[in-house]
T-cell receptor
Framework: GAVVSQHPSWVICKSGTSVKIECRSL??????MFWYRQFPKQSLMLMAT?????????EQGVEKDKFLINHASLTLSTLTVTSAHPEDSSFYIC????????????FGPGTRLTVT | RKEVEQDPGPFNVPEGATVAFNCTYS??????FFWYRQDCRKEPKLLMS???SGNEDGRFTAQLNRASQYISLLIRDSKLSDSATYLC????????????FGAGTRLFVKA
């Protein structure tokens, strides 16, 4: 069964608006969740690491004021794309890391964002 | 040089063929290794972890060579449903752990 869920699965919004994406860990409590972005025909790029109860850690080049992350509980992290622009159109995927043998990562189904 | 490099392909093979994917990584602090599969417009899904001793899961065999910093995935008796992008993934200990994804190798299996 699914380990991670995301909502919405796709969203279309107008430039300048904000979009919130939810990521839920279904099977276990996740103190850490990861947010990735993937452009067509490119690899996943880590945007930030979301830590429950503390501030997210952003990767170099990712604007923390534009991509707001809130990890309010052990099962929910949200990513808000503020003042979205067409270049923010992408596939946003969250994941959790679980130590079964080697800290395998499990991904949510992704959210396809299109900014018009 | 990319931290994780893969041949982007695409690999076009007939059903029943055996196909091998290679991956090299540059950071000697890499500790865990995985192959993921990603279908078009879907999220990556874990195919298998890769161990130094090599491991097999049905038609899939993964190998790790730490000395050469090289990982491989072999798919035997390819099925149409194997068509996807295969991502080589490495977990590196750089003071904290970091997961690095290869750009993926695209596979098309044709009837």
């Amino acid at each position: 069964g699914a380990v991670v869920s995301q909502h919405p699965s796709w969203v279309i919004c107008k430039s300048g608006t904000s979009v919130k994406i939810e990521c839920r860990s279904l099977d276990f409590q996740a103190t850490t969740m990861f947010w990735y972005r993937q452009f067509p025909k490119q690899s996943l790029m880590l945007m930030a690491t979301s830590n429950e109860g503390s501030k997210a850690t952003y990767e170099q080049g990712v604007e923390k004021d534009k991509f707001l992350i809130n990890h309010a509980s052990l099962t929910l992290s949200t990513l808000t794309v503020t003042s979205a622009h067409p270049e923010d159109s992408s596939f946003y995927i969250c994941s959790v890391s679980r130590q079964l043998t080697s800290y395998e990562q499990y991904f949510g189904p992704g959210t396809r964002l299109t900014v018009t | 040089r990319k931290e994780v490099e893969q041949d982007p392909g695409p690999f076009n093979v007939p059903e029943g063929a055996t196909v091998a994917f290679n991956c090299t990584y540059s950071n000697s602090a890499s500790q865990s290794f995985f192959w993921y599969r990603q279908d078009c417009r879907k999220e990556p899904k874990l195919l298998m972890s890769v161990y130094s001793s090599g491991n097999e899961d049905g038609r899939f065999t993964a190998q790790l060579n730490r000395a050469s910093q090289y990982i491989s995935l072999l798919i035997r008796d390819s099925k149409l449903s194997d068509s996807a992008t295969y991502l080589c993934v490495v977990r590196v200990n750089t003071g904290g752990f970091k997961t690095i994804f290869g750009a993926g190798t695209r596979l098309f299996v044709k009837a």
